[in-house]
């Protein structure tokens, strides 16, 4: 069935064909919904793949209300590039192994990269306030029956300890399962760990809506790093990377929506001033130049 049927207005469904973006601020239940992920036509195909998804029409962009898209960025446009991957390779805590946390980030330059026991609580008080954007590649939860809770090595951050933190931070990815799931309060929305993010200061977020796959998501990752590191929009390089799955996933089941469209863009969409990688010819230059000083050494001394 159209999705603009039963969710967009057929006023509203006339103008998708010349809009650069969709902006959803969801009411109730459908912060749940993936609106990427719905399609734009019939379709009796057998493959996931080929299914007419509104994100080949064009990006999905979500917010908690029309204000946080209006009020002002943080001010430092400069800080880390910092990673949290505790990892839990002994299952520490009783918590599952994660093992493509630094596939998520290779594409990004000058990471400060804090694995293992490294990635505790502490680290990221101390980081969270002066980073330009954050990763954590860790194991959240929505908190049924217990607080929202993202994992550090030593022990979780609770979505109340994280209201009451300052994350001037431009982006935060959370590659971490349903941390933009929650209670529903009636007139806010989700009470999720991403809106808690959003909440402490954080610009834009990348947040999940259910249980992710690990491997699906370091390659989705991956590819969004390498666009944002060539310039492109947030948004956008967040759907370029979830396409470019989609085109070269060969395995039909992996195809599904499941594996690529839990992942959501949230907050205010821009590029991102990303330090830069030490160019591959300035390395060669740099090689040149010590091959011939050597050689010069060489002739002077032998």
Request: charged share 20%; proline share 6%.
């Amino acid at each position: 069935m159209r999705c603009s049927r039963l969710l967009i207005p057929r006023e509203a469904a006339a103008l998708l064909d010349e809009s650069g973006a969709l902006l959803v601020i969801p009411d109730g239940p459908l912060g749940y919904l993936p609106f990427e992920a719905l399609l734009t036509e019939s379709y009796t195909g057998k493959g996931f793949g080929q299914a007419p998804y509104l994100i080949k029409k064009l990006p999905v962009q979500y917010s908690w209300s029309a204000e946080l898209l209006w009020r002002p960025g943080p001010e430092r446009k400069e800080g880390a590039v910092v990673q949290f991957d505790p990892q839990f390779s002994k299952g520490e805590r009783g918590l599952v192994p994660l093992v493509q946390g630094k596939k998520e980030t290779a594409p990004l330059a000058k990471l400060r990269r804090l694995a293992g026991s490294a990635a505790v609580l502490a680290e990221f008080q101390r980081w969270a306030p002066k980073s330009l954007l954050l990763h954590l590649s860790t194991h959240a939860s929505a908190g049924v029956g217990s607080e929202p809770r993202v994992e550090f090595f030593d022990q979780a951050l609770t979505l109340p300890q994280l209201y009451a933190l300052l994350l001037p931070t431009e982006l935060v990815v959370l590659s971490a399962c349903e941390t933009n799931l929650g209670q529903i309060a009636a007139g806010e929305g989700v009470m999720s760990l991403a809106r808690g993010f959003a909440y402490a200061g954080a610009n834009s977020l990348i947040a999940t809506q259910w249980e992710i796959n690990e491997s699906s998501t370091a390659q989705i990752l991956a590819k969004f790093y390498k666009g944002l590191s060539d310039k492109q929009p947030k948004l956008s390089a967040l759907r370029q990377a979830k396409l470019l799955y989609l085109e070269t996933t060969h395995s039909a089941a992996q195809q599904s929506p499941y594996f690529w469209a839990g992942l959501s863009f949230y907050g205010q969409d821009g590029t991102l001033d990303l330090p830069a990688a030490f160019p591959l010819w300035a390395w060669g230059l740099l090689l040149v130049f010590i091959l011939l000083l050597g050689f010069l050494l060489f002739r002077r001394f032998r």
